[in-house]
Protein backbone atom coordinates (compact mmCIF):
# COMPACT_ATOMS: atom_id res chain seq x y z
CA UNK A 1 0.00 0.00 0.00
CA UNK A 2 1.28 3.21 -0.91
CA UNK A 3 2.46 5.57 2.11
CA UNK A 4 0.33 9.05 2.16
CA UNK A 5 2.93 11.93 1.52
CA UNK A 6 0.52 14.67 0.97
CA UNK A 7 -2.49 15.69 2.55
CA UNK A 8 -5.21 18.43 2.06
CA UNK A 9 -7.08 18.93 5.14
CA UNK A 10 -10.29 21.16 4.94
CA UNK A 11 -11.62 22.43 8.28
CA UNK A 12 -14.63 23.33 9.61
CA UNK A 13 -16.30 24.10 13.06
CA UNK A 14 -17.35 20.58 13.66
CA UNK A 15 -16.79 17.93 10.18
CA UNK A 16 -13.38 17.74 8.73
CA UNK A 17 -12.32 16.65 5.12
CA UNK A 18 -9.19 14.38 4.45
CA UNK A 19 -7.74 14.30 1.21
CA UNK A 20 -4.40 12.34 0.97
CA UNK A 21 -2.46 10.58 -2.06
CA UNK A 22 0.93 9.04 -2.54
CA UNK A 23 3.88 10.20 -3.97
CA UNK A 24 2.78 9.04 -7.45
CA UNK A 25 -0.69 11.04 -7.10
CA UNK A 26 -2.14 8.03 -6.00
CA UNK A 27 -5.19 8.73 -3.90
CA UNK A 28 -4.96 6.74 -0.64
CA UNK A 29 -7.54 8.24 1.99
CA UNK A 30 -10.46 10.19 1.10
CA UNK A 31 -13.03 10.62 4.31
CA UNK A 32 -14.71 12.61 6.96
CA UNK A 33 -13.53 13.46 10.29
CA UNK A 34 -15.23 14.90 13.43
CA UNK A 35 -13.35 17.44 15.28
CA UNK A 36 -12.84 15.05 18.26
CA UNK A 37 -10.87 12.53 15.84
CA UNK A 38 -8.61 15.19 14.42
CA UNK A 39 -5.66 14.91 16.36
CA UNK A 40 -5.91 10.78 17.07
CA UNK A 41 -6.17 10.82 13.23
CA UNK A 42 -3.00 12.54 12.34
CA UNK A 43 -1.49 11.12 15.45
CA UNK A 44 -1.40 8.00 13.84
CA UNK A 45 -0.70 8.84 10.24
CA UNK A 46 3.14 9.33 9.20
CA UNK A 47 4.34 11.93 8.83
CA UNK A 48 3.67 14.20 5.92
CA UNK A 49 2.71 17.42 4.30
CA UNK A 50 -0.17 19.24 5.44
CA UNK A 51 -2.37 22.15 3.56
CA UNK A 52 -5.17 23.60 4.99
CA UNK A 53 -6.66 26.83 3.68
CA UNK A 54 -5.29 29.97 6.07
CA UNK A 55 -9.17 30.74 7.37
CA UNK A 56 -10.71 30.45 10.91
CA UNK A 57 -9.10 28.09 12.93
CA UNK A 58 -6.24 27.45 10.37
CA UNK A 59 -3.35 28.68 12.75
CA UNK A 60 -4.77 26.39 15.91
CA UNK A 61 -4.87 23.16 13.81
CA UNK A 62 -1.40 24.27 12.19
CA UNK A 63 0.48 24.57 15.60
CA UNK A 64 -1.41 21.65 17.10
CA UNK A 65 -0.36 19.35 13.62
CA UNK A 66 2.74 20.63 14.16
CA UNK A 67 3.03 19.78 17.26
CA UNK A 68 2.61 15.89 15.90
CA UNK A 69 5.55 16.23 13.58
CA UNK A 70 3.66 17.28 10.40
CA UNK A 71 4.64 19.31 7.83
CA UNK A 72 1.38 22.17 8.01
CA UNK A 73 1.38 24.54 5.56
CA UNK A 74 -1.46 27.37 5.07
CA UNK A 75 -2.65 28.63 1.63
CA UNK A 76 -4.67 31.82 1.10
CA UNK A 77 -7.97 30.82 0.25
CA UNK A 78 -7.70 32.90 -2.95
CA UNK A 79 -5.26 30.19 -4.50
CA UNK A 80 -6.75 27.13 -3.67
CA UNK A 81 -10.05 27.88 -5.99
CA UNK A 82 -7.69 27.94 -9.34
CA UNK A 83 -7.45 24.14 -8.42
CA UNK A 84 -11.29 23.50 -7.50
CA UNK A 85 -12.54 21.47 -10.44
CA UNK A 86 -16.55 21.60 -10.12
CA UNK A 87 -19.02 22.40 -7.78
CA UNK A 88 -18.51 23.06 -3.94
CA UNK A 89 -18.13 20.53 -1.70
CA UNK A 90 -15.90 19.69 1.47
CA UNK A 91 -14.22 16.73 -0.73
CA UNK A 92 -13.61 19.09 -3.71
CA UNK A 93 -12.40 21.59 -1.46
CA UNK A 94 -10.38 18.88 0.39
CA UNK A 95 -8.48 17.28 -3.31
CA UNK A 96 -7.87 21.20 -4.19
CA UNK A 97 -5.98 21.94 -1.08
CA UNK A 98 -3.77 18.84 -1.59
CA UNK A 99 -3.41 19.60 -5.08
CA UNK A 100 -2.52 23.38 -4.13
CA UNK A 101 -0.10 22.39 -1.53
CA UNK A 102 2.06 20.12 -3.68
CA UNK A 103 2.90 22.86 -6.35
CA UNK A 104 6.50 24.50 -6.07
CA UNK A 105 5.75 27.57 -6.75
CA UNK A 106 2.82 27.93 -4.77
CA UNK A 107 2.90 30.66 -1.46
CA UNK A 108 2.39 29.94 1.78
CA UNK A 109 1.06 31.80 5.39
CA UNK A 110 3.31 31.88 8.09
CA UNK A 111 1.62 30.31 11.12
CA UNK A 112 0.98 32.77 13.67
CA UNK A 113 1.53 32.40 17.48
CA UNK A 114 -0.87 32.76 20.14
CA UNK A 115 0.95 35.75 21.10
CA UNK A 116 0.75 36.70 17.94
CA UNK A 117 -3.03 36.13 17.60
CA UNK A 118 -3.94 37.67 20.64
CA UNK A 119 -2.47 40.77 19.58
CA UNK A 120 -4.56 40.75 16.25
CA UNK A 121 -7.65 40.29 18.47
CA UNK A 122 -6.40 43.15 20.64
CA UNK A 123 -6.71 45.19 17.48
CA UNK A 124 -9.32 43.71 15.89
CA UNK A 125 -11.50 44.80 19.18
CA UNK A 126 -10.38 47.98 19.15
CA UNK A 127 -11.20 48.59 15.55
CA UNK A 128 -14.93 47.26 16.06
CA UNK A 129 -15.27 49.68 19.38
CA UNK A 130 -13.73 52.70 16.88
CA UNK A 131 -16.62 51.55 14.05
CA UNK A 132 -19.48 51.22 16.77
CA UNK A 133 -18.54 54.40 18.05
CA UNK A 134 -18.74 56.44 14.53
CA UNK A 135 -22.13 54.64 14.02
CA UNK A 136 -23.46 55.91 17.41
CA UNK A 137 -22.45 59.66 16.69
CA UNK A 138 -23.29 59.46 13.17
CA UNK A 139 -26.86 58.51 14.49
CA UNK A 140 -27.04 60.88 16.90
CA UNK A 141 -26.04 63.43 14.62
CA UNK A 142 -28.46 62.52 12.13
CA UNK A 143 -31.30 62.40 14.59
CA UNK A 144 -30.70 65.99 16.02
CA UNK A 145 -30.03 67.63 12.73
CA UNK A 146 -33.59 66.95 12.44
CA UNK A 147 -34.94 69.00 15.16
CA UNK A 148 -32.64 71.85 13.86
CA UNK A 149 -29.47 71.28 16.08
CA UNK A 150 -25.71 70.80 14.90
CA UNK A 151 -22.47 70.62 16.06
CA UNK A 152 -18.91 71.00 14.21
CA UNK A 153 -17.42 68.05 12.95
CA UNK A 154 -15.07 65.84 14.77
CA UNK A 155 -15.49 62.98 17.28
CA UNK A 156 -14.74 65.37 20.34
CA UNK A 157 -17.31 67.71 18.83
CA UNK A 158 -19.88 65.70 19.87
CA UNK A 159 -19.78 66.54 23.62
CA UNK A 160 -21.60 69.63 22.75
CA UNK A 161 -24.55 67.80 21.19
CA UNK A 162 -24.46 65.27 24.36
CA UNK A 163 -24.78 68.52 26.59
CA UNK A 164 -27.55 69.39 24.81
CA UNK A 165 -29.27 66.50 25.21
CA UNK A 166 -28.76 66.25 29.08
CA UNK A 167 -29.65 69.74 29.49
CA UNK A 168 -34.08 68.96 30.98
CA UNK A 169 -34.12 72.55 30.33
CA UNK A 170 -33.70 72.94 26.44
CA UNK A 171 -37.09 72.51 25.20
CA UNK A 172 -35.85 72.12 21.45
CA UNK A 173 -35.80 68.14 21.94
CA UNK A 174 -38.95 66.08 23.03
CA UNK A 175 -39.34 64.38 26.30
CA UNK A 176 -39.67 61.45 24.10
CA UNK A 177 -36.49 61.53 21.88
CA UNK A 178 -34.51 62.67 24.61
CA UNK A 179 -34.88 59.46 26.23
CA UNK A 180 -34.15 57.49 23.50
CA UNK A 181 -30.93 60.03 22.34
CA UNK A 182 -29.72 59.77 26.17
CA UNK A 183 -29.19 56.38 25.31
CA UNK A 184 -27.25 56.99 22.39
CA UNK A 185 -24.90 59.40 24.42
CA UNK A 186 -24.05 56.62 27.17
CA UNK A 187 -23.04 54.42 24.75
CA UNK A 188 -21.12 56.66 22.79
CA UNK A 189 -19.55 57.82 26.35
CA UNK A 190 -18.80 53.98 27.19
CA UNK A 191 -17.47 53.33 23.74
CA UNK A 192 -14.73 56.02 24.17
CA UNK A 193 -13.96 54.87 28.27
CA UNK A 194 -13.20 51.29 26.02
CA UNK A 195 -11.04 52.35 23.52
CA UNK A 196 -8.86 54.65 25.43
CA UNK A 197 -8.46 51.74 27.74
CA UNK A 198 -7.64 49.56 24.68
CA UNK A 199 -5.42 52.04 23.53
CA UNK A 200 -3.73 52.88 26.64
CA UNK A 201 -3.11 49.20 26.63
CA UNK A 202 -1.95 49.06 23.00
CA UNK A 203 0.88 51.81 23.80
CA UNK A 204 2.06 50.21 26.62
CA UNK A 205 3.24 47.30 24.84
CA UNK A 206 4.87 48.78 22.09
CA UNK A 207 6.93 50.64 24.62
CA UNK A 208 7.92 47.57 26.45
CA UNK A 209 8.45 45.71 22.52
CA UNK A 210 11.82 46.66 21.26
CA UNK A 211 10.04 45.89 17.48
CA UNK A 212 7.21 47.86 17.74
CA UNK A 213 9.64 50.84 19.16
CA UNK A 214 11.90 50.41 16.22
CA UNK A 215 9.24 51.04 13.52
CA UNK A 216 7.33 53.70 15.60
CA UNK A 217 10.53 56.26 14.65
CA UNK A 218 9.42 55.92 10.82
CA UNK A 219 7.76 59.28 10.44
CA UNK A 220 4.20 58.20 10.36
CA UNK A 221 4.02 54.67 12.09
CA UNK A 222 2.48 55.24 15.21
CA UNK A 223 1.67 52.70 18.19
CA UNK A 224 -1.54 51.76 16.65
CA UNK A 225 0.27 51.20 13.31
CA UNK A 226 3.38 49.53 14.88
CA UNK A 227 1.23 47.08 16.89
CA UNK A 228 -0.76 46.39 13.68
CA UNK A 229 2.23 45.33 11.77
CA UNK A 230 3.92 43.25 14.67
CA UNK A 231 0.76 41.12 14.62
CA UNK A 232 -0.31 40.62 11.42
CA UNK A 233 3.47 39.72 10.09
CA UNK A 234 4.96 37.75 12.11
CA UNK A 235 7.75 36.57 9.53
CA UNK A 236 8.56 39.44 7.52
CA UNK A 237 11.49 36.95 5.74
CA UNK A 238 8.67 35.22 4.15
CA UNK A 239 8.58 38.33 1.73
CA UNK A 240 11.61 38.37 -0.73
CA UNK A 241 12.17 41.96 -0.96
CA UNK A 242 10.22 45.64 0.50
CA UNK A 243 8.53 45.51 -2.99
CA UNK A 244 7.15 42.36 -2.08
CA UNK A 245 6.21 43.43 1.56
CA UNK A 246 4.53 46.60 -0.44
CA UNK A 247 2.47 44.36 -3.05
CA UNK A 248 1.45 42.31 -0.29
CA UNK A 249 -0.26 45.28 1.61
CA UNK A 250 -1.90 46.22 -1.82
CA UNK A 251 0.01 49.44 -2.46
CA UNK A 252 1.99 48.79 -5.28
CA UNK A 253 0.04 49.14 -8.92
CA UNK A 254 -2.31 46.73 -10.66
CA UNK A 255 -0.43 45.53 -14.12
CA UNK A 256 -2.04 45.00 -17.09
CA UNK A 257 0.83 43.73 -19.71
CA UNK A 258 0.81 41.54 -22.64
CA UNK A 259 2.82 42.01 -26.11
CA UNK A 260 6.05 43.35 -24.85
CA UNK A 261 3.69 46.46 -23.54
CA UNK A 262 3.75 47.50 -19.74
CA UNK A 263 0.84 49.10 -18.56
CA UNK A 264 0.40 50.21 -14.86
CA UNK A 265 -2.92 50.92 -13.33
CA UNK A 266 -3.82 52.31 -9.80
CA UNK A 267 -3.01 50.03 -6.70
CA UNK A 268 -4.07 46.44 -6.23
CA UNK A 269 -5.53 47.04 -3.22
CA UNK A 270 -5.19 43.33 -1.74
CA UNK A 271 -3.99 41.91 1.75
CA UNK A 272 -5.13 43.63 4.75
CA UNK A 273 -7.64 46.75 4.61
CA UNK A 274 -6.71 47.91 7.98
CA UNK A 275 -2.93 47.49 7.20
CA UNK A 276 -3.28 49.59 4.29
CA UNK A 277 -5.48 52.39 5.25
CA UNK A 278 -3.47 52.63 8.74
CA UNK A 279 -0.20 53.16 6.25
CA UNK A 280 -2.35 55.64 3.85
CA UNK A 281 -3.48 57.94 6.48
CA UNK A 282 -0.19 58.12 8.23
CA UNK A 283 1.65 59.41 5.12
CA UNK A 284 -1.14 61.77 4.40
CA UNK A 285 -0.45 63.10 7.49
CA UNK A 286 3.12 63.39 6.40
CA UNK A 287 2.12 64.71 3.66
CA UNK A 288 0.18 67.24 5.40
CA UNK A 289 2.64 68.27 7.74
CA UNK A 290 5.59 68.92 5.09
CA UNK A 291 2.84 71.19 3.00
CA UNK A 292 2.91 73.44 5.82
CA UNK A 293 6.63 73.53 5.88
CA UNK A 294 8.05 70.64 8.08
CA UNK A 295 11.54 69.05 7.66
CA UNK A 296 11.00 66.62 5.15
CA UNK A 297 12.83 64.45 3.31
CA UNK A 298 13.56 66.36 -0.09
CA UNK A 299 12.26 63.18 -2.21
CA UNK A 300 8.58 64.35 -0.52
CA UNK A 301 9.27 67.87 -0.79
CA UNK A 302 10.07 67.28 -5.11
CA UNK A 303 6.87 64.90 -4.97
CA UNK A 304 4.53 67.02 -3.84
CA UNK A 305 5.59 69.55 -6.13
CA UNK A 306 4.80 67.97 -9.17
CA UNK A 307 2.00 65.71 -8.12
CA UNK A 308 -1.74 65.92 -6.35
CA UNK A 309 -1.90 65.01 -2.62
CA UNK A 310 -3.25 62.29 -2.43
CA UNK A 311 -0.70 60.11 -5.31
CA UNK A 312 2.34 61.45 -3.40
CA UNK A 313 0.20 59.93 -0.24
CA UNK A 314 0.13 56.38 -1.85
CA UNK A 315 3.56 56.81 -2.73
CA UNK A 316 5.22 57.87 0.23
CA UNK A 317 2.53 54.79 1.84
CA UNK A 318 4.51 52.50 -0.56
CA UNK A 319 7.88 53.70 0.82
CA UNK A 320 6.97 53.35 4.34
CA UNK A 321 6.54 49.47 4.04
CA UNK A 322 9.50 48.93 1.77
CA UNK A 323 11.15 50.82 4.81
CA UNK A 324 9.20 48.71 7.44
CA UNK A 325 10.05 45.55 5.94
CA UNK A 326 14.06 46.72 5.85
CA UNK A 327 13.76 47.27 9.87
CA UNK A 328 11.86 43.96 10.39
CA UNK A 329 14.49 41.98 8.38
CA UNK A 330 18.12 44.08 9.17
CA UNK A 331 16.89 45.66 12.26
CA UNK A 332 18.01 49.30 13.73
CA UNK A 333 15.70 52.34 13.63
CA UNK A 334 14.66 54.98 11.48
CA UNK A 335 17.51 57.46 9.97
CA UNK A 336 16.77 60.49 7.63
CA UNK A 337 19.43 60.77 5.22
CA UNK A 338 21.07 64.14 4.93
CA UNK A 339 20.05 66.23 2.10
CA UNK A 340 23.28 66.09 -1.01
CA UNK A 341 24.54 69.21 -1.81
CA UNK A 342 22.60 69.03 -5.28
CA UNK A 343 19.83 68.79 -3.15
CA UNK A 344 20.40 71.92 -1.03
CA UNK A 345 20.89 73.80 -4.61
CA UNK A 346 17.34 72.64 -5.69
Known amino acids: MNETTTIGLDIAKQVFQVHGVAVDGTVTVKRQLRRSEVIRFFDRLPRCRVGLEACGGAHFWARELTALGHDVRLIPASYVKP ?7 DAIDAEAICEAVSRPTMRFVPIKTVDCQAGVMLLKTRYLLVKQRTQSINSL ?5 ELGIIAARGTGKVETLIAIIRDKTDERIPAVARRALEMLADQVEALVRRIATLENEIVSEVRRDDTMRRLATIPGVGPITAATIVALVPDPRAFNSGRHFAAWIGLTPKMHSTGGKERLGRISKMGNPVLRS ?53 GGVFTRRPATAAQHAA
Open 278 to 330: LLVVGATAVSRHARRGATVSPWLTGLLARRPAKVAAIALANKMARVIWALLTK
Open 141 to 145: RGHLS
Open 83 to 89: YVKRGKT
